[in-house]
């Protein structure tokens, strides 16, 4: 027994470690090949149906778009119709084959069987989820005046992607369609005053990376994008306060953070939808510049550091 103790503690990282020098550059290697070759056989978005929670501001709205240049066609899901119907119409201006606004609520599981069952009434089809809507929370845990708070970020941040995700899976099988999970470096990089939600991302994130694997290639494949930091409502003042109750100022904005956050939000977009038609499983996105109106020194001059950034508004809104 000692002898075979022995021989493994030797044997056993000798091949370990050879299997690891070849396999590495191995996979790298066809990790690379496989990069290239999806951006010569990016999908198609001409006349597929997307549909986006979340879409009325931020990331939603600007993955909106960016979906309408490739002639899709788009289904937007908000609680505000009004700000809905804007970017509609934008949408069609940018391109896209249709557009259709769903005022709903994505915590509120009878909204989300019913927004996802008026898609494929409409159009017969869904192509793409894109569960994007979320909400922050901006108080410390100690702070919490009510319990209800947590469940209100929870139901959003959550439970808000798995429902239309439970009521899209059949429709997604049958078009080999793909699910597009906007969740956050806060899945594994933790601030602050965001406790709830950044356990809402990270369950979020284990969520979707377990349903790749149950679901396999019964369907066309699942996104999960994690971005760093982008400019949105919810760092221009929405959040969950301390009593649950979800409260806005969107005069925040210019103060806060100036005419950047679109940029920011575009950008993101950009690479969202890029790594959705290529198919990768994940796309992380950093902070960097926009290339056209701000490139990276000046960005990180306008916004300043991340997290000073987000202690900064959540701060404000904290203390107002
Ligand atoms: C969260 O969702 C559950 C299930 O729909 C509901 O019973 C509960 O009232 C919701 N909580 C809040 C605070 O919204």
Known sequence: MDLLQSFLNLFVPVVGFSTLLILWPALTFRNI??????TVFEESMRGKIVLITGASSGIGEQTAYQYAKKGAVLVLISRREDKLRTVADKCIKQGAMDVRAIRADVSKEEDCRRFVEDTVHQYGRLDHLVNNA????????????????FATIW???????????????????????????IASVASWLPQPRMSVYNAAKAAAFNFFDTLRIELGPRIGGITVVTPAFVESEMLMGKHVNKKGEVEWREEQRDLQVGPAPVAYAEECAKAIVR???????????VVSGNDKEYSAEASKEEVGDTKQVIDHVLNERVHL
Do not use: C
């Open 33 to 38: 090949v496989m990069r290239m070759l999806s």
């Open 134 to 149: 979320g909400v922050l929370q901006g108080f410390l845990f100690e702070e919490a005046q009510d319990t209800r708070a």
């Open 155 to 181: 139901n959003i941040s959550f439970w808000g992607l798995v429902y239309p995700t439970f009521y899209a899976i059949d429709h997604l099988k049958r078009s080999k369609g793909r699910i597009v999970v």
């Open 275 to 285: 790594g959705a038609v290529r198919g990768y499983r994940r796309e992380g996105i």
